[in-house]
């Protein structure tokens, strides 16, 4: 996981004015809305053996991130049917039949109460994190280095990352899109 602090000096220069406690809290608010809307952030979850009606948490509160999505889920290296799970929640998975080594695709993204990042974005994406805390940096009101017109040059940047970010996702996995379109069977009398 990577500090916040990573990307201050690609902010400081292009602002000034704001202290690091605020550019640190705009790093942590750009890089959860990256994550969400590029599900570029993915961790692989070994569930195991599960139990008719057990609920599994795709990870745990004192994990730094949370999950945004579940991209995959197999069952002995097959697709498992929606039909054999449900989700209760964004991070919480019921079975409703016993399955022997489950595991799942997740897309995460930073707790807004953690002090990290995922390291992806600061390796591969650090510019675009680093634009949408200028979006929001320059969107305080009442600031001197308020600025509607930079904030909206920055907001498109930041758009732009993360949709670079969701085209890469999706080439490099795409098994994991998190659209499955499974086989519906009817029958007619």
Not at 12 to 22: E, F, Q, T
Not at 56 to 72: A, G, M, S, Y
Not at 102 to 127: G, K, T
Request: overall charge neutral.
């Amino acid at each position: 996981m990577a500090q916040p602090d990573v990307f201050l000096p690609f902010i400081r220069s292009r602002i000034n004015g704001p202290l690091d406690m605020m550019m640190r809290n705009a790093v942590i608010n750009a890089s959860v809305q990256f994550c969400r809307e590029s599900l570029y952030c993915r961790e692989y979850v070994e569930i195991g053996n599960v139990e008719k009606g057990q609920t599994v948490e795709l990870t745990t509160p004192d994990q730094p991130v949370k999950c945004v999505r579940l991209l995959n889920i197999t069952f002995a290296d097959e697709p498992l049917p929606y039909h054999d799970y449900y989700l209760m929640n964004s991070n919480t998975l019921c079975f409703r039949r016993k399955l022997l080594a489950v595991n799942a695709v997740i897309a995460v993204e930073p707790r807004i109460s953690a002090a990290v990042v995922p390291d992806a974005l600061a390796d591969d994406y650090a510019e675009a994190v680093a634009f949408g805390a200028l979006q929001e940096l320059y969107m305080m009101p009442g600031k001197p280095w308020t600025d509607p017109q930079r904030s909206e040059y920055y907001r498109l940047r930041f758009t732009d990352g993360f949709r670079d970010a969701y085209r890469k996702a999706l080439e490099s996995h795409p098994s994991h899109t998190g659209f499955n379109n499974p086989v519906r069977r009817h029958s007619f009398c």
